[in-house]
């Protein structure tokens, strides 16, 4: 999720710079009823900080527009066929799907197990979309070895959806004693997944995921490409019902 947009207020004249970006940046924005001099402003703003609050939460969403556009560019730069990749993802469905959806994940970011209820029911009731499991591993070493057991786990496909689902549903952290134990009950041969975890092909999936992720402007999970439009951020029925709306 992507954190506030947050001003402090310094004193001296770091104070009096800031109150200037304030007043002007107000101004700017039309968030003062008046045309006036920086002091006028810089006196009305001080008698209505709600004005302050309004500003920083119109420049963020205007911040935020501007890094959804840029991402969205990048996406439709890059083309779908990039993120269809079975070299970079877990790839099911139909290759003439008129719904595709992309997910970038990691197995231990709260926001990407909020989505699977939805991802999962989506899923299970659209046989004929065409899903890109991409694993994008941020939150640190334990997110890297779960990423690595469910790259290796496409060596044996039956398992893995049942596998990747299980992993993403977990409460507490997915360590490397959790993977072995889930593969275990997702019924994975956990000798040949060691294996295969240590093979190039995860090597080159796991950098090609994160080169991916760059070049599409990705720097949080998750992230969903649904229909060819990005989306960052925990996704409910209500969102796919309307992404996916023709």
């Known amino acids: 999720m992507k954190d506030s947009w947050k001003i402090a207020v310094m004193g001296g004249s770091a104070g009096a710079a800031l109150a ?9 924005l039309g968030l003062v009823p008046f045309a006036a001099d920086g002091n006028a402003m810089h006196a009305y703003l001080l008698a209505h900080p709600d004005v302050i609050v309004e500003m920083t939460n119109k420049l963020q969403a205007q911040q935020d527009a501007q890094q959804d556009n840029a991402r969205q ?6 083309g779908m066929k990039a993120y269809f990749d079975p070299r970079v993802a877990f ?16 197995y231990n970011c709260p926001y990407c197990r909020a989505s699977v209820p939805t991802i999962k029911k989506f899923y299970q ?17 334990q997110s890297t070895v779960a990423a690595r057991a ?19 549903s977990q409460d507490g952290l997915v360590d490397q004693n959790a993977v072995f134990a889930i593969a275990r009950k997702a019924g994975l041969d956990v000798a040949k997944l060691k294996t295969d975890m240590a093979s190039p092909a995860v090597d080159y999936a796991l950098a090609a995921a994160h080169t991916l992720a760059q070049a599409s402007g990705i720097d949080g999970t998750p ?7 990005i989306r960052e951020g925990a996704m409910t029925d209500d969102d796919l019902a309307q992404m996916t709306k023709t």
């Open 223 to 229: 992230a969903f490409i649904v229909n060819g439009v």
């Open 125 to 141: 009731s659209h046989k004929d979309a065409r899903f890109a499991f991409i694993e994008f591993p941020i939150k640190g070493p």
């Open 20 to 28: 200037l970006v304030v007043t002007f940046g107000a101004a700017a």
């Open 73 to 78: 560019t990048a996406v439709n730069k890059l």
């Open 91 to 106: 790839i099911t469905g139909p290759a003439n799907a008129k719904t595709t959806i992309v997910e970038f994940f990691d």
């Open 150 to 168: 469910a790259m290796a786990a496409r060596q044996q496909p039956d398992k893995y959806v049942a596998f990747h689902f299980a992993l993403m």
